[in-house]
């Protein structure tokens, strides 16, 4: 039978688009070709426990509660989100730990005591001009579809006087450098370009908001893991009606007269459908899933985004142990310099550690607790895969950690993920976490938006397309991609 509409990935961007078209009364199906749903959100089994090897930090849950009510629930009936505290602990190399948290009064105690009231005020300060930026762009950059010159001409006068707000005209280092002198907060502050995979060096002023997205509006945790999110977006799909289907691939979106008919899969059959919602990477679906020659007008190569090396150590219990953490290297700008300008991975890598069980309440071994680890790497390489680096980013950041006491001895990475495998894994991305990096000014612009243009019946929904990557993001995108086939179909 045909579908009114097939979405190819059972990512949250996926799962968000078939809950929000099923919402809509449109018959839905959903095909992925792992083995189980959440995408990048994804986990692993280790000896009985199963441990997130993707996101672990929730911001903007009400994104999400927003979609799971018009499904007729919310968010607090399909899971548990909560605020660990601290929100986030920074770690450097001369062991000052400065902890951070979803509360501005308690920031800004914490700030204090570690670097005095100068430093306090010039951070709260800075998450004042945050929020500012954050509440001027989001309504235009975030919730509305993809932007584009010609609408930006149309914005009106509050649009215009939002845009002056925006700080797209500076980058994220000059407006920091503008309002902090304490280098440690600058360091701190510039870390947030890293949430998408950018470079605070050339990423526009705008991004700044990440901070006042995380310390002003807080970091949550999911019970149970982010594995319970996914879990529960896949749940209420299948509550409107969703066909759900694992260890599908598809290998083409098939057109005709340039007009979207359906898709082929891996195992032979045709399906069709009046619409398509590409979840996977934009990338592999103009490149690889298209038929060859389509004039679709997007850009097929965008600049990605960081990857990263992933690990799990399981790790003995600690009383010191923080939900999340960050251990600086003795020179942070180093990070870019390599990640940007060398192309390569950090030689002294900055590393984020989750302990799963605090910052989700994760159950880990009767002996151990499961502890997430990442460092940054840039993207695989357009073609062809990177030389091995004989794993010197995992014995870099193994090493980093035990210097920093971060780990026991005995501790042990019993899982790891790296940049190429991550490549691997998720077809078109070349590892890239976020989707198109953010380097420059124009970067909102050229995201493809969620409504394929050239061909009528194709819409995205990904970390790749508008409005960006990160869980409420890709969720948005979800929600967008919809919100242009109800319209398309319904006319
Ligand atoms: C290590 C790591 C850490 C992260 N940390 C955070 C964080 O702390 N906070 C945060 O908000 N975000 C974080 N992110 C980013 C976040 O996970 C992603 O932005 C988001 O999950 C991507 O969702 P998506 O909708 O783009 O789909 P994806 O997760 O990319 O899923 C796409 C799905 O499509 C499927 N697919 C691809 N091709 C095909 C095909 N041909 N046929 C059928 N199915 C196909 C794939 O198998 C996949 O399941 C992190 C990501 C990683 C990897």
């Known amino acids: 039978m045909s579908q009114d509409v097939i979405v190819v990935g059972g990512g949250i961007g996926g799962l968000c688009a078939a809950i929000a078209a099923a919402c809509d009364g449109h018959r839905v199906r959903v ?60 770690q450097f190399v001369d062991s000052m730990t400065i902890d951070l948290f979803s509360d501005r009064e308690q920031t800004r105690a914490s700030v204090q005591a570690a670097l005095g009231a100068g430093a306090a005020r010039e951070l709260d300060g800075f998450l004042d001009h945050a929020r500012t930026v954050w509440e001027a762009a989001a309504p235009w950059f975030i919730y509305r579809d993809a932007p584009s010159f010609s609408k930006v001409i149309t914005f009106g006068l509050s649009g215009w006087r939002d845009l002056a707000r925006i700080d797209a005209l500076r980058t994220m ?33 705008t991004l700044n908001c990440i901070a006042h997205v995380e310390l002003g509006l807080g970091v949550y945790g999911v019970e149970g893991g982010i594995s319970a999110l996914v879990a529960a977006l896949a749940r209420v799909a299948a509550r409107l009606g969703v066909e759900i289907e694992t260890g599908a691939r598809v290998t083409e979106i098939r057109t005709q007269r340039g007009r979207v008919q359906g898709v082929t899969l891996a195992r032979g059959a045709n399906l069709d459908a009046r619409a398509v919602i590409a979840n996977a990477d934009a990338r ?17 190569e965008p600049v990605p985004s960081t990857s990263g090396w992933v690990g799990i150590v399981r790790a003995k219990r600690r009383a010191d142990r923080v939900p999340h953490a960050v251990l600086f290297p003795k020179d942070y700008a180093h990070e870019f310099i390599d990640l940007f300008d060398h192309d390569r991975p950090p030689v002294e890598p900055t ?101 394929v ?32 086939v109800d319209r398309d179909l319904k006319r």
């Open 31 to 90: 095909l992925e070709s792992g083995d189980r749903l959440g995408g990048k959100a994804g986990i692993v089994v280790i000896d009985g426990v199963e441990v997130d090897t993707g996101p672990s930090v929730l911001t903007l849950p009400g994104v999400f509660d927003a979609l799971l009510r018009r499904a007729g629930t919310s968010l607090a009936d399909e899971a548990t989100v909560f605020l660990p505290s601290p929100a986030c602990r920074y």
């Open 173 to 205: 280092d000059a407006a920091i450098e503008a309002r902090v002198k304490e280098p440690r907060l600058r360091w701190i502050l510039r870390r947030y370009a890293t949430y998408n995979g950018s470079d605070p060096r050339c990423a526009p002023g």
């Open 284 to 300: 592999h679906v103009l490149v690889d899933l298209l038929p060859k020659g389509t004039r679709h007008g997007l850009d097929e």
């Open 351 to 451: 590393v984020y550690l989750c302990a799963q069980e605090r910052a989700h309440r994760r159950t880990g071994w009767a002996d151990a607790e499961p502890v997430f680890v990442m460092a940054n790497a840039p993207a695989e390489p357009a073609r062809g895969a990177r030389p091995s680096d004989g794993g010197a980013l995992r014995a870099n950041v193994e090493r980093r950690l035990r210097e920093a006491d971060l780990i026991s001895p005995g501790d042990t990475i019993v899982w790891e993920r790296s940049a190429t495998e991550l490549a691997a894994q998720f077809p078109g991305t070349r590892g890239a976490i976020y989707g198109g990096a953010s380097n420059d000014k124009f970067a909102a612009f050229r995201r493809p938006p969620n409504r």
């Open 453 to 484: 243009a050239s061909v009528p019946g194709l819409y995205l929904a990904s970390g790749s397309a508008h409005p960006g990557g990160g869980m409420p993001l890709c969720a948005l995108s979800g929600v967008a991609a919809a919100r242009a």
